[in-house]
């Protein structure tokens, strides 16, 4: 058995556009290892959504994969048939988005939603009106036997977004993909519902890729942290040594635009000097050059992955030299 769930090496997707080739993700090496939490930060535009739709297999018609492997529990994603990435998704890998709405229909009850998403089980209709409601008291709804009958827009839109959690496990998946999934939401329904997707993660023991803007709800969730920029993977390494020992000066600038509020309320990620490359002309050697405050004549060249620790990769030729940041609290 593969000791990560997920394993994505040298992953690179095109887009075809009129303006020609945009390069939106350059060799991307990450990895979800079995019952653990990666987050993915980066700014808009830096290659998320990319990355996610290549592993749930749902690309739009004018991207291709140009290299790299995706490989789900040591298979690789990127050779099944259409017919295999039906049957990994919505069993062993499911998804929560930002809008619960796109993905509950208005027209069915929340009961006959859960009751239809089971339908791969041998169970009775009311087995697996039991099950759905043992889920809804897992993510906390209130009196949840009579809830199933209800229609989504009878619930708030915290409870709908639990809901969909709920839904996201209820196969009991080996990976839960959560993009952006308290985005939408106030900051205290945010803390809750991350607080619950901890203690849920934990209880089922599924793997979370967790996709967010938000500094705080990534220390406060995740295990390891990959930080993007412009389609590459800059830095990763455990929650403890991006926050504590951050060594590319990206991700150094994303922590010390404003440290002492990271924790409670940081929920855009803050702002740095300058603009994403355009991807369809990518500048050549490190792709941060041109906004970076330590370039210098070797940026010219690509940095490639530097080795930090066992667990910390930080594509920049100063990571190894760069002063430790001030200290800022996981
Ligand atoms: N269908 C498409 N056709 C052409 N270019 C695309 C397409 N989808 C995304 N891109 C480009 O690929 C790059 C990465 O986009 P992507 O949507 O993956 O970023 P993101 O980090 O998810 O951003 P956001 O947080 O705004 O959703 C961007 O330059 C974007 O303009």
Do not use: W
Request: one cysteine or more.
């Amino acid at each position: 058995m593969a000791d990560d769930i997920l394993d994505i090496s040298g992953l690179s997707v095109d887009f075809r556009t009129p303006g020609g080739t945009l390069h939106a993700l350059r060799d991307v090496n990450l990895s979800v290892k079995r019952g653990s939490v990666l987050g993915i930060v980066g700014e808009s535009g830096c290659g998320k959504s990319t990355l996610i739709n290549t592993v749930i297999g749902l690309l739009p018609s004018n991207a291709r994969v140009a290299g790299g492997e995706v490989r789900f529990d040591g298979r690789d994603m990127l050779k099944m048939t259409p017919g295999q990435l039906q049957d990994l998704r919505g069993q062993r890998m499911t998804a929560v988005f930002q809008d619960p709405m796109t993905a509950l229909n208005p027209v069915l009850t929340i009961g006959q939603q859960m009751v239809a998403i089971q339908y791969r089980s041998g169970a009775s209709t009311r087995e697996k009106r039991r099950r759905a409601a043992e889920y809804l008291a897992k993510v906390r709804i209130p009196d949840p036997e009579p809830r199933l009958g209800q229609y989504p827009h009878q619930f708030s839109g915290g409870m709908r977004q639990r809901i969909c959690i709920a839904m996201a496990l209820l196969a009991e998946p080996d990976l839960m993909i959560a993009d952006e999934p308290t985005t939408a939401l106030d900051a205290t329904l945010e803390l809750e519902v991350i607080a619950l997707l901890k203690d849920l993660q934990r209880e089922v023991g599924c793997a979370v890729l967790f996709i967010s803007h938000h500094l705080g709800a990534i220390a406060q969730l995740c295990d390891d942290v990959a930080i993007m920029y412009a389609g590459e993977v800059v830095e990763r390494g455990t929650v403890r040594e991006i926050f504590h020992d951050a060594r590319h000066p990206y991700t150094r600038a994303l922590l010390t635009c404003d440290p002492g509020r990271i924790r409670e309320a940081t929920r855009r990620l803050p702002t740095i000097p300058g603009s994403i490359p355009d991807l369809r002309r990518l500048p050549e050697g490190c792709i941060f050059r041109p906004r970076c405050p330590e370039r210098f004549e070797r940026c010219a060249e690509h940095p490639g992955d530097r080795r930090i620790t066992e667990t910390q990769f930080a594509a920049c030729h100063k990571a190894l030299d760069l002063a430790p940041l001030e200290r800022i609290e996981a």
